[in-house]
């Protein structure tokens, strides 16, 4: 109690001249940043994905776990991540999670094949799941005032969607001037910024030591989604009536039923079913399903599409994507 009075005393006073505010809006832009970074990442890399299969090779189901791996392991950690940041303190978690993405944005860079790569995007989506959750527990924490507080969010969102706008095309014009590596080097030192702005400037939420983990919720959300895209990816490649993705679906569809049934008994379930009761929740998210099949599904086709079938320059097929992502 004493260390969290002393914390919050800290941060009300100014710190070399920096007023309220002003480290109000300091640790807003830290935590927008981070909150670029992952969102950019998400579309960034479909423009290079030719290029990507031309230097280190590999199948079209390969080139999708380029994408996918990074979207699988952000969504499956992502509710866990918020759970721990409850428990530990949200700065702390995002810190860690800006570290992991950095660390995994340079392996990116250094893959030598695909399967490197497809586990160096993997350990991407680890540190970005950190970051969506404890960016908003924080954004919360800095602005008690809810008018300022709905500033910042509005904000917040907006980054998040330039992040996404801009991901093709940055993604373009790095690609074709650089090379693909350059599209994942450019988060470390966004990363590195984003960490020193945050330890100096963001006041840590306050922490709840009593909040467990949900093991049983995150292993059987992480197989449920792995088997639903593993399914999905090899009904591509191999066909719909081949063996191996009807038993991924399987394994998905079991592991869905008993993820249900473990956070309707757990006592701090990762996901607890009862929000799903309100209306608007559930209206929202499933808007927010269809929204991301549609977007995220069409970029990495026509990516490949306007690349490997319409010949367009990489630059071109980033400004072609453009108008859909700002939309």
């Not at 992040?163 to 450019?186: D, K, N």
């Not at 009593?210 to 093991?215: G, I, K, L």
Request: some cysteine.
């Amino acid at each position: 109690m004493h260390s969290d009075l002393r914390e919050r005393i800290r941060h009300q006073e100014n710190d070399g001249g920096t007023p309220r505010r002003g480290r109000q809006a300091v640790a807003l832009l830290s935590v927008c940043l981070g909150f670029f970074v992952i969102q950019l990442d998400v579309t960034i890399v479909n423009v290079a994905l030719p290029a990507i299969q031309r230097e280190i090779g590999g199948s079209l189901a390969g080139l999708q776990w380029v994408v996918d791996a990074y979207t699988l392991a952000l969504a499956s950690i992502m509710l866990t991540a918020g759970a721990t940041a409850d428990r530990i303190g949200a700065r702390k978690v995002f810190t860690i999670g800006l570290t992991v993405f950095a660390l995994g944005s340079a392996a990116c860079a250094a893959a030598p094949t695909l399967g490197v790569l497809i586990a160096a995007r993997a350990v991407q989506g680890l540190g970005a799941s950190a970051l969506l959750p404890c960016s908003l527990a924080l954004l919360v924490h800095q602005f008690p005032d809810q008018k300022e507080r709905a500033r910042a969010l509005g904000i917040w969102g907006g980054m998040g969607s330039l992040g996404v706008a801009l991901g093709p095309v940055a993604g373009g014009a790095l690609v074709a001037s650089v090379g693909w590596r350059s599209i994942f080097l450019v988060n470390v030192p966004i990363c590195a910024l984003t960490v020193v702005l945050l330890r100096r400037f963001a006041a840590e939420s306050p922490v709840q030591p009593d909040r467990r983990t949900d093991v049983p919720g995150l292993l059987l959300g992480v197989t449920m989604l792995a088997g639903l895209t593993a399914g999905f990816i090899t009904a591509g490649d191999l066909g719909w009536l081949s063996p191996l993705p009807g038993a991924l679906f399987a394994v998905g569809l079991m592991a869905a039923w008993a993820f249900t049934r473990a956070e309707r008994r757990h006592r701090h379930p990762v996901l607890p079913l009862e929000l799903f009761r309100n209306k608007d929740l559930t209206g929202a998210t499933g808007v927010g399903l269809i929204f991301n099949l549609v977007l995220y599904g069409s970029l990495l086709c026509l990516s490949l599409y306007l690349q490997t079938t319409r010949h367009e320059s990489v630059l071109a097929t980033g400004l072609l994507l453009l108008p859909m992502s700002v939309t």
